[in-house]
C-alpha cells in the first residue's frame, strides 16, 4: 500500500467474489481457435452491412471504417451496456461528454505532447513506413519488411500519434490543437467541476465513451487498431492508500462484465504488464486480453495511475485540483483507477466470441451449413424479426399489425424476401434471438404465430394477443 494507510470502510471496495487469476507479462500470445476466421468476419460484416471499408468508392482509407445499419445497432448495445454496468446500476460513478478537442496544454500537461510516440522505421527497398515493434523476425531471426522483402531499414524515429488541427482561420502554433488521443484527460481537467456540482465523495468516478484519434502507423486486423475509434473509459478516484484494493475491484468487475454478456472465459484473460512496459503515469496496470483468431491481444487497459494526471494539471493550470476529505479532515490529491476499454475492439471480440458454423436440418430432410451468431440478447442489433410466410395479400396485413405492435418494444425487423428457410438463416447471421412467422393457419384458423428460437431451432406457436409478453419473457436485455 502507498502512503496514507488506515482507510476507513466508506474508503473500501465492496469484497470481492473470488480474485480473478493473472497471467504474467510475457505470456504465449497463440492465436485462438474459433469458427470465424478474421476474413469470415470481415466478409460477413461487409455482406450484412455490419462494417465496410469507410469512402469506399474512391478506394477507401486506411484504418477507417464506416458501421452501417446493424453494425450501429450492435456498437450502442455495447455501449448500453457499459453505460447501464458502470454507470446506471451504480450511485458512485457519473457521466461525463468532454468535447475532443481541448486547449494544447492539456496534451503538454499529460505527457502526450512530448511522449504519445511510437517508433517508426522505413524500408530503405520501397520506403514502406512501420511500426519498429511490429517487425516480427522470420525463422532465421532476420526482420524482412512485409511489403517487398527488403531487410534494410531506418535507424527508429519516434512518431507522434496524435493527429493536429488548426482552430480558426490561421495555421501557425498559436492555432494548434490535438484531436483527443484518450478520452480520459476530459475527465481529470474537470475532475473539480464535476465533483462540485455531482456532490459525489471520494471515492467516485467520472465514466465518458466517446471518440478518440491515433495516428497509427501499421492500423491492422479489420476493427481491431484503426486511427479512429471509440472508448469507453472511467476515471475512479481514491484516496491514497486504498489505490490497491480499489484496482483489484475494477479488474474482478470489468472480468464479470465480459463474461455477465457471454464471452467465453476461456478466451479471456487478464494480463499483467512489465515494468518496463507500464504507461509513464502508471503503478501498475493489467490488459484484459482476447484470445483473436490473430492472437491474444489486449480488449481494455486497467491502470493505477496514481495522482499524476490531477498533479500534472494542477502544475500546468496553477489551479489547485486536491479533495478536501471532511470525513478525515484531510487534503489530497486522489488517485485514479482508470478501466480503459475500447468500443470497437469489444465489439469486435463479441462478434468472434458469437460466431459459429454449425449442421442444421433443412426442410427436405437433409443438413445444411447455417453460420449463427449467438450475441448475448442485449446485444444483438435486431431483437425479433417478423416473417409473413410469403407476400400473399392475406397474411400481410397481420404481419405488419404485429411488426407495429412489437416495435415500441424491441428492435424489430420485418422481412418478406425469399424462402422462409432463407430469411432464418439471413437473421441467424445477424444474432436476431427470436423470428415470429405469420403463417394461413395464423389468420385462417388460430390467431397465433411461429415463434423460432436461433439458439435452439425449436418453434413454438404463441397466440398473437400474447407475443409482447412472451417475448418480454424470454428475451434477456440486459446481463444482470
Ligand atoms: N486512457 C488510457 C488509454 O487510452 P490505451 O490502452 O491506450 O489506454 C484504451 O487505450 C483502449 O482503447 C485499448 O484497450 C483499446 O481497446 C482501445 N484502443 C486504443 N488504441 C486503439 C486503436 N488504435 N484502435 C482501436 N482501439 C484502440
Known amino acids: 500500500m502507498s502512503e496514507l494507510a488506515d482507510p476507513s470502510p466508506r474508503d473500501l471496495p465492496p469484497a470481492v467474489d473470488g480474485a480473478v487469476g493473472h497471467v504474467a507479462p510475457d505470456a504465449d500470445t497463440a492465436a485462438g481457435e474459433h469458427d470465424a476466421s478474421m476474413e469470415r468476419i470481415v466478409e460477413l460484416c461487409k455482406r450484412r452491412g455490419l462494417i465496410f471499408p469507410s469512402s469506399e468508392i474512391y478506394g477507401g482509407l486506411r484504418g477507417a471504417w464506416d458501421f452501417g445499419p446493424l453494425g450501429v445497432a450492435l456498437k450502442d448495445n455495447v455501449k448500453a451496456a457499459w453505460k447501464r454496468s458502470m454507470v446506471q446500476l451504480r450511485d458512485d460513478v457519473v457521466p461525463l461528454d468532454a468535447s475532443i478537442l481541448m486547449h494544447p496544454r492539456v496534451w503538454e500537461a499529460s505527457g502526450h505532447v512530448a511522449g504519445f510516440t511510437d517508433p517508426l522505421v522505413e524500408c530503405r527497398s520501397c520506403n514502406q513506413r512501420f511500426r519498429a515493434d511490429h517487425l516480427e523476425p522470420n525463422a532465421a531471426g532476420e526482420v524482412v519488411c512485409p511489403n517487398c522483402s527488403g531487410r534494410e531499414f531506418t535507424e527508429p524515429k519516434a512518431f507522434n500519434l496524435m493527429f493536429r488541427t488548426f482552430v480558426g482561420p490561421t495555421e501557425d502554433t498559436s492555432s494548434l490543437v490535438w484531436m483527443r488521443p484518450e478520452t480520459a484527460q476530459g475527465m481529470f481537467v474537470d475532475f473539480a467541476h464535476v465533483q462540485l456540482t455531482s456532490r459525489q465523495k471520494v471515492p467516485f468516478g467520472i465514466a465518458q465513451v466517446g471518440k478518440s484519434f491515433r495516428n497509427e502507423i501499421t492500423p491492422r486486423n479489420f476493427i481491431f487498431r484503426v486511427r479512429e475509434f471509440e472508448q469507453m473509459e472511467m476515471e475512479f478516484f481514491v484516496r491514497p492508500g486504498t489505490d490497491e484494493q480499489w484496482h483489484d475491484y475494477w479488474i474482478a468487475q470489468r472480468w464479470q462484465w465480459y463474461v455477465d454478456l457471454g464471452m467465453r472465459p476461456g478466451n479471456l484473460r487478464i494480463r499483467d504488464h512489465a515494468k518496463q512496459e507500464l504507461s509513464?503515469?502508471?503503478?501498475?496496470?493489467?490488459?484484459?486480453?482476447?484470445?483473436?483468431?490473430?492472437?491474444?491481444?489486449?480488449?481494455?487497459?486497467?491502470?493505477?495511475?496514481?495522482?499524476?494526471?490531477?498533479?500534472?494539471?494542477?502544475?500546468?493550470?496553477?489551479?489547485?485540483?486536491?479533495?478536501?476529505?471532511?470525513?478525515?479532515?484531510?487534503?489530497?490529491?486522489?488517485?485514479?483507477?482508470e478501466p480503459a476499454a475500447g468500443v470497437d475492439r469489444t465489439m469486435l471480440a463479441f462478434l468472434v466470441d458469437a460466431y459459429r458454423e454449425e449442421q442444421a436440418p433443412t426442410a427436405k430432410g437433409g443438413t445444411d451449413k447455417r453460420v449463427v451468431l449467438r450475441l448475448h440478447h442485449a446485444l444483438a442489433p435486431v431483437k425479433v424479426a417478423v416473417l409473413p410466410l410469403s407476400r400473399n395479400a392475406a397474411l400481410v396485413p397481420t404481419a405488419r399489425r404485429l411488426n407495429d405492435l412489437l416495435k415500441p418494444r424491441f428492435d424489430t425487423q420485418y422481412d418478406d424476401a425469399g424462402a422462409i428457410g432463407r430469411r432464418y438463416r439471413r437473421q441467424d447471421e445477424v444474432g436476431t434471438p427470436f423470428c415470429v412467422t405469420v403463417d394461413f393457419q395464423t389468420v385462417e384458423s388460430d390467431d397465433a404465430v411461429t415463434v423460432r428460437d436461433r439458439d435452439t431451432m425449436t418453434q413454438e406457436r404463441v397466440g398473437l394477443d400474447r407475443v409482447p409478453d412472451y417475448l418480454s419473457e424470454r428475451l434477456r436485455l440486459s446481463s444482470r
Open 280 to 337: 509513464h503515469y502508471s503503478k501498475a496496470t493489467v490488459d484484459v486480453e482476447y484470445r483473436f483468431p490473430f492472437a491474444w491481444s489486449e480488449l481494455e487497459g486497467i491502470a493505477n495511475r496514481t495522482d499524476f494526471d490531477l498533479r500534472q494539471h494542477s502544475e500546468f493550470s496553477g489551479k489547485d485540483l486536491s479533495y478536501y476529505d471532511a470525513e478525515r479532515d484531510e487534503r489530497y490529491l486522489p488517485y485514479v483507477i
